[in-house]
C-alpha cells in the first residue's frame, strides 16, 4: 500500500470542543467490527498488497465521516454543523481518491425533511474548511489532482451530493455548487424532484424538460452526473440527453437481486453504451444475491461479476457508500425520511449487522483487492476495475 502521510490530524482541532461545538462518542475508526479473513495464502497477500500500491486506486461513492456510537445522536450531531472526516481510517484505506457525498437526505440542519439548500451549503462549507486546516486528506475536482495527491502521498476527496434537489427551480445553482467544488451530482434521490423521478415513485414519470436544461449545464460545467438513486425511465432519459457519459456510481443488478434498488440490464447496457459505469455497491441489505443472502462481500462480487460479464471489466468499478459507524442502525433510525423500505423491497433476505468485509472506507478496497486475486483475476483487471475505469471516464466528463 502506497505509503500516506497522515500525521494524526483530528476534525477541527483548530478550535476548541466544548467551547466553539459540542463534542460527541463517536465510534472507533479502526476497531468496531472484527477483521475479515478472506482466507489468502501468503503469496496471495503479497500480490493483493502490491497491486494496492500500485493501483490508483478511487472510491466512486463514499460517507467518509465518524458517525456518533449512539446512532440516535446523529440528528443532534449533524445539527452542530461539525461531522468528523475519518482521516485514520482513510489513511488505511488504500483509496488515492473518494467522492464524498456528505449528509445528503439527513442533513437536518434548518429542516427535518431534509434537503435543503441552506444545510447543504453550512455542510459542504464547514467540512472543506476541516479540510483545509490539515495536509493529508486533499479538495480535488481534477484527474491531474487525483494523480498529485497520489503522487505526494496524499489523499484527493472530491465533493459530490446525491441529488440535485436543493437547487429547486433555480439552474444557476448548479453554478453556485460547481463554484463550492462540488463535481458529483445526482439526478433524485428516493422522493422525484424538479429534475426527474425518484425511486420510490409508483409511476415513472423520468426525465422534466427542467432535467434536461439540468443535464446541459451539468455537461457544460464538467459534472459528473449520478443516476443509482433515479428511477429506470430517469436513467434512460438521462443517459439520452448527457453528451458526456453518465455514472451509476452505487448500485447493483436487479438481475441478480430483484429490487427498485437495483438497475434492471437495460438500464446497465445503456449506461454502458454511452461510455459510463457501474460502481458496485455495499450499503447494508442492497446488493444481496440469493445464492448469498446473508449480505457480505461475497454477496457484492456476485453483482460485480455478473455486471462484469453483462458488460464487460472496462464498465465497472466501486462506489461502495461506506461510512464509519453503525450503518444498519442508521438506516433503520432514518427509513422514513429516505424511503429505504420502499427502494428495496423484493425478496426476503437474512438481516446483518454489518456487510461482513465491507464494513466501512479504510476495509472495502484492500478486501476488494484480496477478493479479486483469490478469484484469480489478472493483474490488469484488478487495477482496471479499482480505479483506471473510473480515471478513464473522468477524463472524458473533466478533461486533462
Same mark, same amino acid.
Given at each position: 500500500?502506497?505509503?500516506?502521510?497522515?500525521?494524526?490530524?483530528?476534525?477541527?482541532?483548530?478550535?476548541?470542543?466544548?467551547?466553539?461545538?459540542?463534542?460527541?462518542?463517536?465510534?472507533?475508526?479502526?476497531?468496531?467490527?472484527?477483521?475479515?479473513?478472506?482466507?489468502?495464502?501468503?503469496?496471495?497477500?503479497?500480490?493483493?498488497?502490491?497491486?494496492?500500491?500500485?493501483?490508483?486506486?478511487?472510491?466512486?461513492?463514499?460517507?467518509?465521516?465518524?458517525?456518533?456510537?449512539?446512532?440516535?445522536?446523529?440528528?443532534?450531531?449533524?445539527?452542530?454543523?461539525?461531522? @468528523?472526516?475519518?482521516?485514520?481510517?482513510?489513511?488505511?484505506?488504500?483509496?488515492?481518491?473518494?467522492?464524498?457525498?456528505?449528509?445528503?437526505?439527513?442533513?437536518?440542519?434548518?429542516?427535518?425533511?431534509?434537503? !435543503?439548500?441552506?444545510?447543504?451549503?453550512?455542510?459542504?462549507?464547514?467540512?472543506?474548511?476541516?479540510?483545509?486546516?490539515?495536509?493529508?486528506?486533499?479538495?480535488?475536482?481534477?484527474?491531474?489532482?487525483?494523480?498529485?495527491?497520489?503522487?505526494?502521498?496524499?489523499?484527493? /476527496?472530491?465533493?459530490?451530493?446525491?441529488?440535485?434537489?436543493?437547487?429547486?427551480?433555480?439552474?444557476?445553482?448548479?453554478?453556485?455548487?460547481? &463554484? %463550492?467544488?462540488?463535481?458529483?451530482?445526482?439526478? $433524485?434521490?428516493?422522493?422525484?424532484?424538479?429534475?426527474?423521478?425518484?425511486? !420510490?415513485?409508483?409511476?415513472?414519470?423520468?426525465?422534466?424538460?427542467? &432535467?434536461?436544461?439540468?443535464?446541459?449545464?451539468?455537461?457544460?460545467?464538467?459534472?459528473?452526473?449520478? @443516476?443509482? +438513486?433515479?428511477?429506470?425511465?430517469?436513467?434512460?432519459?438521462?443517459?439520452?440527453?448527457?453528451?458526456?457519459?453518465?455514472?451509476?456510481?452505487?448500485?447493483?443488478?436487479?438481475?441478480?437481486?430483484?429490487?427498485?434498488?437495483? !438497475?434492471?440490464?437495460?438500464?446497465?447496457?445503456?449506461c454502458a453504451a454511452g461510455g459510463g459505469l457501474i460502481g458496485?455497491?455495499?450499503?447494508?441489505?442492497?446488493?444481496?444475491?440469493?445464492? +448469498?443472502?446473508?449480505?457480505?462481500?461475497?454477496?457484492?462480487?456476485?453483482?460485480?461479476?455478473?455486471?462484469?460479464?453483462?458488460?464487460?471489466?472496462? +464498465?465497472?468499478?466501486?462506489?461502495?457508500?461506506?461510512?464509519?459507524?453503525?450503518?444498519?442502525?442508521?438506516?433503520?433510525?432514518?427509513?422514513?425520511?429516505?424511503?429505504?423500505?420502499? $427502494?428495496?423491497?423484493?425478496?426476503?433476505?437474512?438481516? @446483518?449487522?454489518?456487510?461482513?468485509?465491507?464494513?466501512?472506507?479504510?476495509?472495502?478496497?484492500?478486501?476488494?483487492?484480496?477478493?479479486? @486475486?483469490?478469484?484469480?483475476?489478472?493483474?490488469?483487471?484488478?487495477?482496471?476495475?479499482?480505479? &483506471?475505469?473510473? %480515471?478513464?471516464? /473522468?477524463?472524458?466528463?473533466?478533461?486533462?
Amino acid at each position: 500500500m502506497t505509503k500516506k502521510r497522515y500525521d494524526g490530524y483530528e476534525s477541527y482541532a483548530y478550535l476548541e470542543p466544548g467551547v466553539d461545538y459540542r463534542r460527541f462518542d463517536l465510534v472507533d475508526q479502526l476497531g468496531r467490527v472484527a477483521p475479515y479473513d478472506l482466507g489468502l495464502t501468503s503469496d496471495e497477500e503479497e500480490r493483493a498488497d502490491r497491486l494496492l500500491a500500485d493501483s490508483v486506486v478511487v472510491s466512486l461513492h463514499e460517507h467518509v465521516s465518524v458517525y456518533p456510537s449512539d446512532i440516535a445522536e446523529t440528528p443532534a450531531y449533524n445539527r452542530t454543523l461539525r461531522q @468528523v472526516t475519518g482521516y485514520e481510517g482513510l489513511a488505511q484505506s488504500g483509496m488515492d481518491a473518494v467522492f464524498e457525498n456528505f449528509m445528503d437526505g439527513i442533513g437536518c440542519i434548518t429542516s427535518n425533511a431534509g434537503w !435543503k439548500w441552506d444545510d447543504i451549503v453550512y455542510d459542504v462549507g464547514m467540512r472543506l474548511s476541516d479540510l483545509a486546516h490539515q495536509d493529508f486528506v486533499v479538495h480535488a475536482g481534477s484527474v491531474a489532482e487525483i494523480l498529485d495527491a497520489r503522487e505526494s502521498g496524499r489523499l484527493a /476527496l472530491i465533493p459530490g451530493l446525491e441529488a440535485a434537489t436543493p437547487i429547486e427551480n433555480e439552474l444557476d445553482r448548479i453554478d453556485v455548487l460547481y &463554484g %463550492l467544488g462540488i463535481r458529483q451530482l445526482g439526478i $433524485a434521490y428516493s422522493d422525484s424532484n424538479t429534475l426527474g423521478t425518484g425511486l !420510490k415513485e409508483r409511476r415513472d414519470g423520468g426525465l422534466t424538460e427542467f &432535467g434536461r436544461a439540468a443535464v446541459r449545464r451539468m455537461n457544460r460545467l464538467g459534472i459528473v452526473i449520478d @443516476v443509482s +438513486h433515479s428511477s429506470d425511465q430517469t436513467c434512460l432519459d438521462t443517459f439520452e440527453a448527457s453528451e458526456a457519459p453518465v455514472l451509476i456510481t452505487h448500485a447493483g443488478a436487479r438481475g441478480v437481486w430483484d429490487t427498485k434498488r437495483m !438497475k434492471p440490464d437495460g438500464v446497465l447496457l445503456a449506461c454502458a453504451a454511452g461510455g459510463g459505469l457501474i460502481g458496485i455497491e455495499a450499503a447494508p441489505h442492497t446488493t444481496i444475491s440469493h445464492d +448469498h443472502p446473508a449480505h457480505s462481500i461475497e454477496s457484492v462480487m456476485d453483482h460485480f461479476e455478473y455486471c462484469v460479464d453483462l458488460l464487460g471489466i472496462e +464498465h465497472v468499478a466501486f462506489g461502495p457508500d461506506t461510512l464509519f459507524g453503525d450503518h444498519v442502525a442508521l438506516h433503520r433510525h432514518y427509513a422514513e425520511q429516505i424511503s429505504w423500505g420502499v $427502494a428495496l423491497g423484493g425478496p426476503t433476505f437474512e438481516p @446483518v449487522e454489518y456487510v461482513a468485509g465491507l464494513e466501512n472506507p479504510a476495509e472495502c478496497f484492500p478486501n476488494i483487492v484480496r477478493w479479486l @486475486v483469490k478469484h484469480g483475476y489478472a493483474d490488469d483487471d484488478i487495477r482496471a476495475v479499482v480505479g &483506471g475505469n473510473a %480515471l478513464r471516464v /473522468l477524463r472524458e466528463i473533466w478533461g486533462g
